[in-house]
């Protein structure tokens, strides 16, 4: 049974396999080793995001074992990193849908930094930029004995025009976060589609003191870190383990239009964190709880992860009651939520799905 590995890029992907130990890109029929990362179907036809992206997937999946001769059952697929609950759930649920054991999403500058580590070897702290698309994601590391450690991330930044990507301030974002400055960085590396962009060896010269580093190749460091977590969790590839953290903060909106955080942004994934909260009216026997994730103070400009309601609650004064809601992010990056009522034990947990759009309803805990 093989294990592959995927980059899911937005604009391109790229499918790897382990061969004796060692990462491999399958190249495709064309003889190129990406492929456009879009679907062509009939006009008309009803399709889901997991429909969409499963088509994807069994093409690379088919690559792969035209590559190798055989069936392929388990994959590790690099996203961006600036990928929310939702994007994450409907990915797993595509590779489902093409056959495929998702045995873990990777974040792609997570996966590029594997790279390194593996490729290079050397321990330092490394800056990794990863654009894919209209965005790119940046990532502090520690590389050190084997140990690939994210420290801090920046995702979500737009492309800039004109003078082209601004990088100051994601890159200052996670220096400030893992509060290191940039003498203490030892080496930047570029992945995606950066190293196309205007002047960016320059800059990185002007903040850093040096070039970027060459010691893996821009464009395929993804796929290939991603092969390399894949002989991580099969047991192929050396000694090397990897630790991230989470790209957003998760919570739940409460009065006020405030966001009230329980998993801080840059927690070491997984994690599981919990908080207590109260009601706001008086003889409340249920509370509609709000989930959000995202870096914004303003509950409405956070993304909606869901809504649920917790019922069966004794009625009390307004802030009496003890409400404990817990949240964990797996290493996969998904979100996972339970409430409770501390009196009478009463618990739900909640398989998120949907949103129903920025901010979400009014809320009825504090």
């Not at 388990?74 to 093409?98: W, Y």
């Not at 709880?289 to 004064?317: C, M």
Request: net charge negative; with cysteine.
């Amino acid at each position: 049974m093989n294990l592959i590995a995927i980059d899911l890029g937005l604009t391109n992907s790229r499918v790897a396999v382990l061969v004796d130990g060692e990462p491999v890109i399958v190249p495709f029929a064309e003889g190129v080793n990406a492929i456009p990362s879009t679907v062509t179907f009939v006009e008309g036809d009803e399709l889901s995001p997991q429909d969409v992206i499963s088509m994807h997937l069994e093409t690379l999946k088919q690559a792969a074992e035209d590559y190798v001769g055989e069936e392929v059952d388990d994959v590790v697929i690099a996203v961006p990193a600036h990928f929310n609950d939702m994007q994450r759930s409907v990915t797993k649920e595509a590779g489902m849908f093409a056959a495929l054991n998702v045995r873990r999403l990777i974040n792609s500058p997570t996966a590029a930094a594997l790279a390194y580590a593996y490729s290079v070897g050397s321990d330092c702290k490394l800056v990794v930029i990863h654009q894919d698309g209209d965005v790119f994601d940046v990532v502090l590391a520690s590389v050190q004995l084997g140990v690939v450690e994210v420290l801090a991330t920046s995702v979500n930044n737009l492309i800039g025009e004109g003078e082209g990507v601004d990088l100051e301030g994601p890159w200052q974002t996670v220096l400030d976060e893992a509060e290191l400055s940039a003498s203490d960085v030892d080496d930047v590396l570029l992945a995606g589609g950066m190293k196309g962009v205007a002047d960016v060896d320059a800059k990185l010269q002007k903040v850093f003191g040096f070039p970027p580093s060459e010691g893996v190749n821009t464009e395929e460091a993804v796929v290939l870190g991603a092969a390399v977590q894949a002989g991580i969790l099969r047991g192929g590839v050396g000694d090397l383990t990897v630790l991230d953290v989470t790209a957003y903060r998760v919570g739940i909106r409460v009065a006020g239009d405030r966001f009230s955080p329980v998993i801080p942004k840059n927690s070491p994934i997984p994690v599981r964190e919990s908080k207590v909260f109260t009601t706001t009216e008086k003889n409340q026997d249920k509370v509609s709880i709000t989930l959000l994730q995202g870096n914004a103070d303003a509950a409405s400009e956070n993304e909606v992860l869901g809504t649920f309601d917790l019922k069966g609650i004794p009625r009390a004064r307004a802030g009496t009651p003890r409400i404990k809601v817990t949240f964990e992010v797996d290493a996969d990056g998904i979100v996972i939520v339970s409430a409770k009522d501390m009196a009478t034990k009463v618990s739900r947990s909640i398989f998120i799905e949907g949103t129903s759009g920025p901010g979400g309803p009014p809320p009825d805990v504090a």
